[in-house]
């Protein structure tokens, strides 16, 4: 199936709800996420905190409705390895359940990757939950190696903790 020509753009926060629904929307992020009525205060502080980093992006792609229907973040960390080389992280990828499959994944991610070209990154990293084994041949699909084994300690911080 072709990739669609989803409008891509940078989310507002009128799109914060259906960021949080797609988020939520498998297994794996409906047991974190909390799409309530409201939204906890933490996604609104969240997206103010990125909003105001020149080095984090969250991008939407917006549906025929306006709603927004793929998500993904992306972040901008100067290293001093590879003689202080800047890296793009992909995070918080997402696609409406029923657009997966249709090429709009791939669309996002190519919009990454070039971004993070024209900031000067060396590299694009990203991880990928072990349970998400369609998600890793996904990111195969477009390039992606898993060279690393990656490595989480979480932390017991209160709801919507503040870095």
């Known amino acids: ?41 933490s996604y609104l502080r969240a997206f103010e ?5 020149r080095n984090n992006e969250l991008l939407v ?7 927004a229907v793929a998500v993904l973040q992306l972040t901008f960390t100067p290293h001093i390895t590879y ?12 696609v409406a359940r ?13 919009w990454a990757i070039e971004r993070a070209r024209s900031r000067g990154c060396h590299l694009v990293q990203l991880t990928t939950d072990k349970q998400r084994p369609e998600a890793r041949r996904f990111y195969e699909s477009l390039g992606f190696v ?13 709801a919507g903790g503040a870095a």
């Open 61 to 67: 792609a917006e549906g025929p409705d306006g709603l």
């Open 49 to 53: 905190a990125i909003s105001r980093d």
């Open 83 to 94: 003689q202080g080389g800047w890296r793009a992280t992909i995070e918080g990828v997402r």
């Open 146 to 158: 898993a060279s690393h084994e990656g490595m989480k300690l979480k932390l017991s911080a209160p």
């Open 1 to 41: 199936m072709p990739a669609p020509s989803a409008c891509l753009r940078p989310a507002v926060v009128g799109d914060l709800r259906a960021i949080v629904r797609l988020l939520a929307d498998d297994e794996l992020g409906a047991q974190r996420e909390r799409l309530e009525e409201p939204l906890p205060d």
């Open 98 to 110: 029923a657009l997966r499959g249709s090429g709009l994944g791939g669309e996002l991610l190519a």
